[in-house]
């Protein structure tokens, strides 16, 4: 992958996906902890842009420390601290009801918004933000189905993965609570900040004050990384450690060759094995 070291001596940040890019589960892949280290001596700066909304930034903090990879709480992109900037924009100080997890409810709450629980008052509901929520429970749906349809509640969410990948498989991922507020409303989410929508990217490029030209973003998934990253005009490169395959990407681009409504920014500028292919 000669070429793909040749061009990151333009790079000047690094933006990787965490889970199937720098551990898979609860297990670090093989020798990341060293490339991480290996970017940075080429003065390359290394940012993580996660769609898990269930950790705060501090937790990845700590568990990349386990690892043996120091970060600090500015280096994080969560879907959760994404959507937090982004409503604080829309509103100010505002009510929300929240389905997710201490990630999503501790970036709101540090943004100075009031979360409200299913015994509040729906109608005095600003927002509706539906994350990963492995305690989801019906009277939370109703909770967040009268705020939207009888209150005044607009409807976010912070990410629509369909899975959440573990270390030897697949659990139901923030797309299954998603679906079911979409249903009993027949609303759709206003915006979805997470991937593959590009205001987290853009954010990271304005942060850290490069150009897309000056990034590169790396993930194991088409629809959220890759999607997200091509949407934002960064180059991708697809690790296949993750959720996707070589054989999806020659799919997509047979499917693009025939012209079938496929969009092409799912296809991947680079694709390596694993990430120690970036140094061989
Ligand atoms: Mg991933």
């Given at each position: 992958m000669k070429q793909l070291i040749n061009d990151l001596k333009k790079i000047k940040l690094a933006i990787f996906d965490l889970d199937g890019v720098i551990y898979r589960g609860d297990k670090l892949l093989p020798s990341v902890d060293k490339i991480i280290q290996d970017l940075k001596e080429l003065s390359i700066k290394v940012v993580y842009n996660s769609n898990?909304?269930?950790?705060?930034r501090q937790m990845y903090v700590d568990r990349l420390k386990k690892y043996n990879i120091n970060s600090k709480i500015s280096d994080f992109y969560t879907s959760a601290s994404i959507t937090a900037s982004e409503i604080t924009k829309i509103k100010q100080n505002s009510k929300i009801f929240v389905i997710g997890e201490i990630g999503l409810r501790e970036e709101l709450k540090a943004m100075e918004h009031t979360i409200v629980s299913n015994e509040g008052e729906s109608d005095e509901i600003d927002f509706v933000i539906v994350g990963l929520d492995r305690a989801f429970n019906y009277k939370d749906i109703a909770f967040a189905q009268k705020s939207i349809l009888k209150g005044k509640a607009q409807f976010y969410a912070t990410n629509t993965d369909a899975t959440l990948p573990i270390a030897n498989g697949l659990l139901p991922g923030a797309g299954v609570m998603v679906k079911a507020i979409e249903i009993c409303t027949s609303t759709k989410p206003i915006k979805v900040f997470g991937k593959p929508d590009p205001c987290g990217i853009k954010s990271i490029l304005t942060d850290n004050k490069v150009s897309p030209k000056e990034a590169v973003i790396f993930g194991d998934r088409l629809e959220t990384d890759i999607l997200a990253g091509n949407r934002a005009e960064v180059k991708t490169v697809l690790v296949l450690t993750g959720v996707a395959t070589y054989e999806m990407v020659e799919e997509l681009k047979i499917q693009v060759s025939q012209a079938k409504n496929v969009d092409e920014d799912l296809i991947p500028d680079v694709i390596i094995e694993n990430l120690n292919k970036i140094f061989i």
């Open positions: 898990n909304s269930t950790a705060t």
